[in-house]
């Protein structure tokens, strides 16, 4: 295990680690390969997940969570990437990680009353929508409507690639509702998933399988006004802000899921022989773990330092930014290289690294893609732009 881990976590830390992994392993590890197989993941584990308090390990108490810090967070996406299904963590965190903190930093008491309390105990399932199937990268260029009507909105448009955008009770909604002002017109909305009006299709995937990925239409939704996050026009801000924890999630899930690649290739190589050797004897495998497992230690210990920034406050979206643009290529290569180490099993569904390979694919796509990570960082290092 990595000293990082003594560094940064306390006994109580730990004490959560164990007490997450073996509800994991309990619970999710032994049914994963059919959440997979039916593209989604049951509601009644967001419950049991809510009873067990992971859903809101870090929201005040107030709103049914434990107040705690951001490094119990960390404890829980380091675990959700090693029960070996991408689409699992991707469900749980979407929930967590991307509704959760619109909810909590722009909902008003009455949003927090209806929708964040019950979504920490696991009683509704939320989901975050932002990208379009025209805009993705370039979130200002977004065409979903919201035209005030008597006592609300009325939503028009539609939203792409919406992680838990099937079975979710609600979407936080990036939408326009100064369609001319460019990202100066987009506003947050909380958007009941029952409304009428909605229509939800499920996608099929390379990877992230257990996960229900939507397209999602709007047809003249009525969204009421108290269901505004923050004030009109500011959502693109809102977005930015909460930028920062999707990509450090992300960095901490992918550094993770190298982890358990590596974990599930130092194993199987110290079983495989060939000519008469374990492979883990092959000089050129080892040299590769070497340098592999070199990243990885790196790439864990910049990105537990921007957590600290982030956990004390600490503005770190260019730190973020890099994290996740490193974290997320590693995967990338971590499991292409894991799933050579297993030769012709690796390509097979009943080892491990057939999933990890194309579940690690989206990480730098996904949350922002590599060339926008480096556009951020860029603008920030070369311009001394602020996000
Ligand atoms: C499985 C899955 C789950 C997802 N979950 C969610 C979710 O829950 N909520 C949500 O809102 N979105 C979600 N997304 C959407 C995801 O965030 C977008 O796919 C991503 O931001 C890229 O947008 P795009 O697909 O429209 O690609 P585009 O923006 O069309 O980009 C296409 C290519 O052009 C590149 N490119 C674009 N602009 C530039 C530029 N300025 N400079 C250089 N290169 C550029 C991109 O990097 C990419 O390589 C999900 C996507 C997937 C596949």
Redesign the pocket.
């Known amino acids: 295990m990595s000293q990082l881990n003594s560094t940064y976590f306390t006994a109580e830390h730990q004490t959560l680690r164990a007490s997450i992994r073996q509800f994991l392993e309990k619970e999710v590890m032994p049914n994963v390969d059919a959440w997979e197989e039916a593209g989604e993941v049951p509601r009644y584990m967001y419950q049991k997940m809510g009873e067990m308090g992971f859903l809101g390990l870090s929201i005040p108490e107030q709103w049914g969570g434990s107040g705690l810090d951001f490094f119990y967070e960390m404890v829980l996406l380091e675990e959700l990437s090693k029960v070996n299904s991408g689409g699992f963590g991707?469900a749980i965190g979407?929930h967590v990680y991307?509704s959760l903190p619109h909810l909590l930093k722009e909902g008003n008491d009455f949003l927090k009353t209806k929708y964040l309390k019950p979504a920490v105990e696991g009683k509704l399932i939320g989901?975050?929508?932002?990208?379009?199937?025209?805009?993705?990268?370039?979130v200002a260029g977004l065409l979903t409507t919201a035209t005030l009507t008597d006592g609300g909105f009325l939503v028009n448009g539609s939203?792409?690639?919406?992680?838990?955008?099937v079975n979710c009770d609600y979407y936080v909604l990036?939408v326009k509702t100064e369609p001319s002002a460019g990202a100066a017109g987009i506003s947050m909305l909380v958007m009941d998933g029952h409304s009428p009006g909605i229509t939800r299709t499920k996608?099929k995937?390379l990877?992230?399988r257990a996960?229900d990925?939507g397209d999602i239409a709007f047809d003249n939704v009525f969204v009421p006004q108290e269901n505004l996050l923050g004030e009109l026009n500011q959502g693109f801000l809102y977005i930015m802000q909460r930028f920062e924890l999707e990509r450090l999630s992300l960095a901490i899930s992918s550094n993770a899921l190298c982890e358990d690649a590596i974990q599930k290739s130092l194993e199987y190589m110290n079983e495989r022989e060939a000519f008469g050797r374990k492979i883990n004897r092959f000089q050129e495998l080892r040299h590769r773990i070497a340098k592999l497992s070199s990243e990885i230690e790196m790439s864990k210990a910049f990105t537990y330092h921007v957590s600290r920034m982030y956990n004390d406050g600490i503005y770190a979206v260019k730190e973020a930014s890099m994290a996740k643009l490193l974290a997320t290529q590693l995967a990338d290569k971590c499991t292409y290289q894991c799933t050579q180490f297993f030769g012709g099993y690796g390509f097979m569904e009943e080892y491990p690294l057939a999933r990890m390979w194309r579940d690690a694919r989206?990480g730098t796509?996904?949350?922002?893609?590599?060339?926008?990570m480096?556009?951020i960082i860029a603008k920030m290092v070369l311009d001394g732009a602020k996000y």
Not at 127 to 138: K, M, N, R
Not at 159 to 165: L, Q, S
């Open positions: 991707a979407a991307l989901a975050l929508g932002i990208t379009e199937p025209h805009a993705g990268s370039d939203k792409m690639f919406i992680t838990n955008g990036a996608l995937k990877g992230w996960s990925t989206l796509i996904g949350g922002g893609s590599s060339e926008i480096c556009e």
